[in-house]
């Protein structure tokens, strides 16, 4: 079964840290392309962080310093390590990614989603 598998959420205080990560099953060739979304309760889903299989990252602005994205081509994982918390960050992440199957066929694919909570 070809899907994308979160994990590392959980309950942090403000100024803490997680790792999320995104793994691809053992049926996916390689990522092209991964990012990070989160959906507050309330709000529209947002982009928090992408990245190429070439390394090329990009970041929401409110993120900018606190958050790396990084990817393992040897493991088809990509992590978002989340630095100085805050409470605002608050929301369900989800990763989506465009995949290569052996034999080339590409495909975009969401993860189940993992809450992050920061509070005190």
């Known amino acids: 079964q070809v899907q994308l598998v979160e994990s590392g959420g959980g309950l942090v205080q403000p100024g803490g840290s997680l790792r999320l990560s995104c793994a691809a099953s053992?049926?996916?060739?390689?990522?092209?392309?991964l990012t990070w979304y989160r959906q507050a309760p309330g709000k529209e889903r947002e982009l928090v962080a992408s990245?190429?299989?070439?390394?090329?990252?990009n970041y929401a602005d409110s993120v900018k310093g606190r958050f790396t994205i990084s990817i393992v081509n040897a493991k088809n994982t990509v992590y978002l390590q989340m630095n100085s918390l805050k409470p605002e960050d608050t929301a369900a992440y989800y990763c989506?990614?465009?995949?290569?199957?052996?034999?080339?066929?590409?495909?975009?694919?969401w993860g189940q989603g993992t809450q992050v909570t920061v509070s005190s």
């Open positions: 989506n990614a465009w995949i290569v199957r052996p034999g080339g066929i590409s495909l975009n694919l």
């Open positions: 053992a049926s996916v060739f390689s990522i092209n392309a």
């Open positions: 990245i190429t299989s070439g390394g090329n990252t």
